[in-house]
């Protein structure tokens, strides 16, 4: 049983490149959670989904973030005209529902030169 | 809102000794979830250790066990024999419940505690 599938594991875009960012989700699991983590810092939440679904998208900044989880694929975090700050790791972690343990993978590490 | 605090930036333990982690918290929700993981050096989030808030034991794992006292908020990490393997970024976190009891289903991380297992 494969776990928390990202891809790929290390990204560089130019600034004003788009970034797209995969996730596969553990089997069974429809629950995906995607965080950003700064150098130095904890993890952020950016957004939680569920099949074709945002629940929560609290943590996404307003502008340029997007991210979908279709009925069929991984879950995509995407980035349009990348800046030098969105240079981080960005991690998605899924779970069976709201209320198990989430699993992440290994994580995305973008670098916006 | 939730709030996850850990104070020390850096801890260093010799080997095979115990080390206490601190992490306090700060919620409102009714119930909720308190965890551990742990980042080693090439990155990826490896999960230690659960707490539900209505838990009455301690939860352990293995060599990880949770202090955790709710009327203080606190759930620090107590890591026992203490393997070189060990050093890592560890990671405190929440995951909160509305008022009718429903996850929020994120999570919310504190900063971090370096700890580096000496020999």
């Known amino acids: 049983n494969a776990g928390v599938m990202q891809n790929p594991r290390h990204l560089v875009r130019r600034r004003g490149q788009e970034a797209r960012l995969r996730c596969s989700p553990m089997k069974g699991h429809s629950h995906v959670y995607w965080y950003r983590q700064l150098p130095e810092e904890g993890l952020k939440f950016m957004v939680y989904l569920q099949k074709e679904n945002i629940i929560d998208e609290s943590g996404m900044p307003k502008e340029r973030f997007s991210a979908e989880f279709p009925k069929e694929g991984p879950s995509i975090l995407r980035i349009q005209q990348v800046v030098r700050g969105d240079s981080a790791a960005y991690f998605c972690a899924s779970s069976s529902g709201a209320n198990t343990e989430a699993f992440f993978g290994q994580g995305t590490r973008l670098t916006v030169v | 809102a939730q709030k996850i605090t850990q104070t020390q930036p850096g801890m260093f333990v010799q080997e095979k000794e115990a080390v206490t982690l601190d992490c306090t918290y700060d919620?409102?929700?009714?119930?909720?979830?308190l965890f551990w993981y742990k980042q080693p050096s090439s990155g990826e989030m490896i999960f230690l250790i659960y707490?539900?808030?209505?838990?009455?034991q301690n939860a352990t794992e293995g060599r990880y066990s949770l202090n955790f006292q709710k009327a203080r908020k606190s759930a620090n990490l107590v890591i026992s024999a203490s393997q070189l393997g060990d050093s890592a970024m560890y990671f405190c976190a929440m995951r909160g419940t509305n008022a009718g009891g429903t996850s929020y289903g994120k999570l919310t991380f504190g900063q971090g505690t370096i700890l580096t297992v000496h020999p």
């Open positions: 919620t409102s929700d009714p119930s909720y979830g």
């Open positions: 707490q539900g808030s209505y838990d009455q």
